[in-house]
């Protein structure tokens, strides 16, 4: 899919899937409608069996580089996309979530300023597709490795950060291992910005929802490590306040 032009930068898109047929079409025809052309598309499949695959060959021609093997979770499928990547910039846009409209990757790359992390806001869809709100995190004015003590504010799909400052995911973290990895490229980075608009919609339900207890025993041991014991406890009281807060004016909480 690529057509890269020596004056505007490479956006890999890593794409990953198991035995997905039901929504990866979505994710890759989100990708291939894309006006901007600058693009390399990797798609780390995980040996599925459902017909995933068969929908994957009909978009071959968009696709850059295709792996279809066994993996180890879904941390090790994401490091063999990221091993892959050739371009300026990494986005992670797994099966069932897609880019907001045909003009997103232009407008990241324009209001993007040529930061080392560029990001936006994102709308939760559910099975049906449908637009069923906003995050609970609003992406902050600012962003910085401190930003997520009181929660991932931005989502994993709508963060684009520059491949030169990225290192592998943490295998170790079976769930969360996105915010570690995020905050870790964050500590690199020099500048950051926000977009002021919305570039992904992410589908509801994730694995990280299904099994959430585990998935928030690895975000406070993610967060201690980063931010400090002591810190950290202070930091979750704030959230839980905030979550309390949150769920009387809206009834039930949000990603």
């Known amino acids: 899919m690529s057509d890269q032009s020596p004056s505007l930068p490479t956006i ?14 979505y ?29 994957i060959h ?6 850059d580089i295709l792996v279809s093997e066994k993996d180890k979770g879904i941390y090790d499928a994401m490091n063999k996309g990221l091993a892959r990547a050739t371009g300026d910039y990494v986005l992670f846009l797994n099966s069932g979530d897609t880019l907001c409209d045909a003009e997103t990757l232009r407008t990241v790359v324009e209001r993007g300023n040529g930061a080392d992390i560029i990001y936006g806001e994102t709308k939760l869809v559910d099975e049906d597709r449908r637009i069923i709100g906003d995050r609970r995190h609003k992406a902050p004015e600012k962003f910085d490795w401190r930003s997520f003590r009181y929660g991932m504010s931005i989502c994993h799909q709508a963060i684009y950060v520059r491949r030169s400052i990225t290192s592998p995911y943490d295998t170790s973290y079976q769930l969360s291992s996105d915010i570690d990895w995020v905050i870790r490229a964050a500590k690199k980075a020099k500048t950051t910005q926000n977009v002021h608009t919305v570039v992904a919609k992410y589908l509801v339900g994730g694995m990280s929802q299904q099994r959430h207890r585990q998935s928030l025993k690895e975000r406070y041991e993610i967060f201690k490590k980063h931010y400090g014991a002591l810190t950290n406890i202070f930091n979750h009281l704030i959230i839980g306040v905030r979550l309390v807060f949150y769920r009387l004016q809206h009834g039930k909480s949000r990603e």
């Open 27 to 55: 994710t890759l025809a989100s990708v291939a409608g894309q006006s901007y052309r600058e693009v390399e598309y990797i798609v780390i499949d995980g040996a599925s069996s459902d017909g995933t695959l068969d929908v």
């Open 12 to 25: 890999s898109i890593i794409t990953i899937v198991y035995n997905n047929v039901r929504d990866i079409a």
């Open 58 to 63: 009909q978009y071959a021609q968009h696709i």
